[in-house]
């Protein structure tokens, strides 16, 4: 066994780090944890993990801080970095101390609820041999009542993120008076999502004698501004370049007008072997319009952003896990903490602003010794974002087409076939046999009677009638009905042409309406199909009523999502959604059953099952709070 590496929420292994190559690197060649004097009771825990050698980052930073030093860290995810902390952090307790009415002696600032559920589990596991420490992990998006239980019966150890933490303090139900040890995980992720007031707050209600441990991907100005002001004549140290790339993961890139992105990452899915794919997006916005979008092109896909309630985060998380999701949509921040080693595939639907960002994107996948794929999206005028990105991370990435329809085609046909020799081997084909022959005798007779055989789809007559009608049904079974493909994979010609030819006036007129929405605000992305023609809303059907409105956080692409995979409809099967305080209203196109009540009942959205049943339409129902979009509004809820 290597070095002791708990997973973080980024990159997965040791191996994503090019440490080597970094020039300011300087651990020491092989140490072991018993080098390192831990207390007898740590030692005891990591002998029992299996680990002996520390990773660089835990060699230089564990000395430092049991010698009660603050320092700054530099280290990607992967490294280990939650051990160099969380060893050092448990070795400050005191364990005998009266820790009850949250009194608590160590705080961990993680960005969030994912980061703070791992690290708080990876301190847990370090304090194996401390039986009276406890530990605790406070986040938002989960139930204010076993948090503050829990603090108020006493824990040393408190990891959560600033938000929760700051309202904590505010109730009253945690105190940082007693705090030795303060750590602040990925604290370049922390300001850049808006919690810079609250870490100052924070770090102005603990004791001036504390010592505080910083850990960051990047050491910007802001970072810096924040080590200078709180922490006591820190020692840096740092280990990894931040523009290492995963060597396990083939890096590819498609030029794709934006208007046909939607379409050109439906064939992606269509062809991928991949067990499972996570796309990213740029913002929340963008993620809810391609998940709504995929799932109304009939994908199983699910979508997580910062304002998805964590137990529906928990459940699609595991579904992917479990393999029964194949397609996850997600911003960058929604994605951190996600380890899943199913993900075969990453597609970067919005190439990100930052070679950071692009790093810790494609570590999704690759995982666990298994080779990934990342495949981004590059419109014609981001080709200066890609070689900024190559010049980053020093490598260039394979440009590839994206498939054609009648790849697409061909792909479904391939597993069909591949298929053919296990079916048989089961057994009971006699039914298709039979019809089979009585279709190609048919065929062969009315072929015979006609005066003009030409006229006949299986004119050769014999084996070559079989052929055939094999052919048609085989044509049939991937969706290819003739001249519907023909003309969307002439489209598909003219869309490569476009994006080998680059922007006419036209094209950036029409990118720039697709990035930005119309003047109405419309934005019109997840309204388009792969022709840029707009999709034709299902028929208004029955309306039924079910049980989750604005008060549970319920939205419109949550519903889709929950009706689709776990209710077992189809997108086609849904038409207008309208979002009313403490229930929502849904026509559907498909006449259900009991079953089909039964199971979308069980349903769940923002942690609440449906509870599905027709609409009455009473008529003192109050319209939709989003009916009416205004500017100072958030957008219409409505689908």
Not at 425 to 450: F, I, N, P, Q
Not at 589 to 615: E, P, Q, W, Y
């Given at each position: ?27 020491p ?33 564990i ?64 304090a ?22 829990a ?56 004791p ?12 910007p ?9 709180h ?162 991370i ?54 015979e ?9 299986v ?14 049904l ?26 080998k030819?680059g ?14 929405g ?122």
């Amino acid at each position: 066994m290597t070095a002791l590496s708990i997973p973080d929420s980024t990159l997965p292994t040791e191996q994503t780090i090019s440490e080597q190559s970094a020039p300011e690197q300087t651990a020491p060649t092989g140490p072991t944890f018993a080098d390192l004097g831990l207390p007898a009771a740590l030692q005891a825990a990591v002998d029992d993990l299996g680990f002996t050698t520390p990773s660089p980052i835990q060699a230089q930073a564990i000395p430092e801080l049991l010698a009660g030093r603050d320092i700054t860290g530099v280290a990607q995810t992967g490294t280990g970095k939650t051990a160099a902390f969380g060893i050092p952090l448990l070795a400050a307790l005191d364990p005998d101390a009266d820790v009850a009415g949250g009194h608590v002696q160590a705080l961990v600032l993680a960005p969030t609820r994912e980061l703070a559920l791992q690290v708080a589990e990876a301190v847990e596991s370090f304090a194996s041999h401390l039986p009276r420490v406890r530990v605790t992990s406070v986040y938002g998006g989960s139930p204010y009542q076993p948090q503050q239980r829990a603090l108020r019966e006493g824990v040393h150890v408190v990891v959560g993120t600033p938000g929760r933490v700051m309202d904590h303090l505010e109730r009253g139900s945690m105190s940082l008076d007693g705090v030795k040890f303060l750590v602040l995980d990925e604290a370049d992720e922390m300001l850049r999502m808006g919690f810079a007031e609250d870490v100052e707050t924070i770090f102005g209600q603990a004791p001036a004698e504390r010592q505080v441990a910083l850990f960051s991907a990047t050491m910007p100005p802001a970072i810096r501004s924040v080590a200078a002001t709180h922490l006591n004549n820190p020692v840096a140290i740092a280990v990894s370049r931040q523009s290492s790339t995963v060597s396990t993961v083939e890096q590819n890139y498609a030029v794709v007008p934006f208007r046909h992105k939607i379409g050109s990452l439906v064939r992606v899915l269509a062809t991928s072997d991949a067990d499972a794919t996570i796309v990213f997006t740029r913002t929340r916005k963008d993620a809810e319009e391609v998940g709504a979008a995929l799932v109304e092109r009939g994908t199983s896909a699910a979508t997580i952003s910062g304002d998805v309630a964590q137990k529906e985060r928990e459940r699609i998380v595991e579904r992917l896990r479990s393999g029964a999701l194949d397609v996850l949509v997600a911003t960058d921040v929604a994605a951190r903490g996600l380890d899943v080693d199913r993900i075969g595939l990453v597609v970067n639907f919005d190439i990100p602003r930052e070679a950071e960002a692009y790093v810790h994107r494609i570590g999704r996948t690759g995982r666990a010794g298994r080779t990934g794929r990342a495949l981004s999206f590059v419109t014609p005028h981001e080709r200066g974002k890609l070689k900024h990105i190559e010049r980053t991370i020093r490598a260039s990435l394979t440009e590839v087409e994206i498939p054609s329809p009648r790849d697409v085609s061909a792909h479904r046909a391939s597993r069909l076939l591949d298929a053919v020799g296990s079916r048989i081997e089961a057994g009971r084909l006699d039914l298709y046999a039979r019809m089979l022959r009585e279709r190609v005798a048919t065929a062969d007779a009315s072929v015979e009677a006609s005066d003009d055989a030409t006229e006949s789809p299986v004119a050769a007559g014999g084996d070559d009638d079989a052929l055939q009608v094999a052919a048609a049904l085989l044509a049939l079974a991937v969706g290819d009905d003739g001249p519907q493909q023909r003309a969307a994979q002439e489209e598909h010609e003219r869309e490569r042409a476009e994006a080998k030819g680059g922007r006419t006036r036209e094209t950036h007129r029409a990118e720039r309406t697709e990035r930005d929405g119309d003047r109405t605000g419309r934005h019109p992305r997840s309204d388009r199909d792969d022709r840029g023609r707009g999709i034709r809303r299902p028929a208004a059907g029955t309306r039924y009523r079910i049980s989750v409105g604005h008060t549970h956080g319920a939205q419109p692409r949550g519903i889709v999502g929950a009706l689709t995979n776990e209710g077992g409809l189809s997108g086609g099967d849904i038409g207008k959604i309208d979002i009313f305080g403490n229930f929502s209203l849904v026509d559907i196109s498909r006449t259900l059953d009991d079953a089909d009540m039964n199971r979308i009942g069980r349903a769940h959205v923002a942690g609440k099952a449906l509870r599905i049943s027709l609409d009455k339409g009473a008529p003192e129902r109050r319209a939709p709070r989003t009916e009416r979009p205004r500017t100072d509004r958030r957008p219409a809820r409505t689908v």
